[in-house]
């Protein structure tokens, strides 16, 4: 069986294409941040819709750095997102979907 990741999810941020991706180190830092006990707890919060902006910016900034593009959420939320709040909402929910993924 060959694994293979896909887990990334390209996100245009201030004109540069940068990748992004949610590490089980990520996903550690964002239970963190928004202060959630659990991996189910997290993914409850944004299936149920229950997430604000700034649930968004900090999944994105994880999920960005993990990626390799080091930010912080003070600089994403200033940065100019092609395909502004929805492009990043829908990247959000892409990258907390595929981080559950099985390789194939």
Same mark, same amino acid.
């Given at each position: ?35 959630? #006990? ?10 149920? &819709? @229950? ?13 960005? @750095? ?11 939320? &200033? ?5 502004? #709040?929805?492009?990043?909402? &829908? ?11 099985? #390789?194939?």
């Amino acid at each position: 069986m060959v694994n293979r990741w896909r887990g990334d999810v390209a996100l245009v941020v201030n004109g540069q294409r940068r990748v992004a991706r949610l590490t089980l180190g990520a996903l550690a830092e964002l239970e963190d941040a928004l202060e959630e #006990p659990s991996l189910v707890a997290l993914v409850e919060r944004f299936e149920g &819709q @229950r997430f604000s902006s700034r649930d968004v910016l900090l999944l994105l900034a994880a999920g960005l @750095r993990a990626g390799g593009t080091e930010v912080s959420v003070e600089t994403l939320a &200033q940065a100019e997102i092609e395909g502004g #709040p929805v492009a990043a909402s &829908q990247a959000a929910a892409e990258l907390l979907a595929r981080a559950f993924v099985v #390789p194939v």
